[in-house]
Structure formats: structure tokens, C-alpha cells
């Protein structure tokens, strides 16, 4: 059974730092690159990070480039998102989702596997 548990949500003012974790288990984890969403309520799901447990590979969406941080723990089948100089605008769920791509994309649709979400909360 497939599953991507994330945690390391909660609620920080802006400023602060959190680190989301990703934990996966049922697939082979290298073939597969690990994605970070996010979606408010009533808004589309948006892609703010991923990288490819093969090679490393990372991509970030422009709106955290220089603030968040993706790293990946092949031997614990983990991947991390260390987001720093948090905003109001983080404010939201976020998910973790697997996806067979051999080209890092952000994109929601090129993921087959997706965790529960993780609640973050900034306050200004």
C-alpha cells in the first residue's frame, strides 16, 4: 500500500521557519520524484516545490525560490521542505504527492500518489 505521510506543520509568525517532512512507503521511492503542494480553500492546487530521488533534481515555484529549501533522505525514504522567512501567504494546507517523472515538474497532474496535508499557519 502506497502512503505519503507529511508532518511538521503548525503555526509560526512571519518570519519564522517550519520544515514539513514526507515520509513514503509502498513504492520504489528512487524512481519516483516527490513534489510539495499547496491549496487555500476555494483556490486551485499550486506547486511549490519537487525533486527526483534518482538524480537530485530540484524545482521551485518562483513565489518560494530563495526561501524554501527541498532535500531528499533516500535511505529513509523522506523528503524534507525547510521553508524560512515565512509570510502570511504561506498560510495553507500543504501536501506531499509522488508521481513517476523523470523531469521535475510541478505540475499536479503528473503525480499518482498524494499524503493527507499538513496544516501551516503564519501570523503576521
Known amino acids: 500500500e502506497v502512503q505519503l505521510v507529511e508532518s511538521g506543520g503548525g503555526l509560526v509568525q512571519a518570519g519564522g521557519s517550519l520544515r514539513l517532512s514526507c515520509a513514503a512507503s509502498g513504492f520504489t521511492f528512487d524512481d519516483y520524484t516527490i513534489g510539495w503542494f499547496r491549496q487555500a480553500p476555494g483556490k486551485e492546487r499550486e506547486g511549490v516545490s519537487c525533486?527526483?530521488?534518482?538524480?537530485?533534481?530540484?524545482y521551485y515555484a518562483d513565489s518560494v525560490k530563495g526561501r524554501f529549501t527541498i532535500s531528499s533522505d533516500n535511505a529513509k525514504n523522506t523528503v524534507y521542505l525547510q521553508m524560512n522567512s515565512l509570510k502570511p501567504e504561506d498560510t495553507t494546507v500543504y501536501y506531499c504527492a509522488a508521481g513517476p517523472i523523470s523531469i521535475p515538474t510541478i505540475w499536479p497532474g503528473a503525480y499518482d500518489y498524494w499524503g493527507q496535508g499538513t496544516q501551516v499557519t503564519v501570523s503576521s
Open positions: 525533486i527526483s530521488s534518482s538524480d537530485g533534481s530540484t
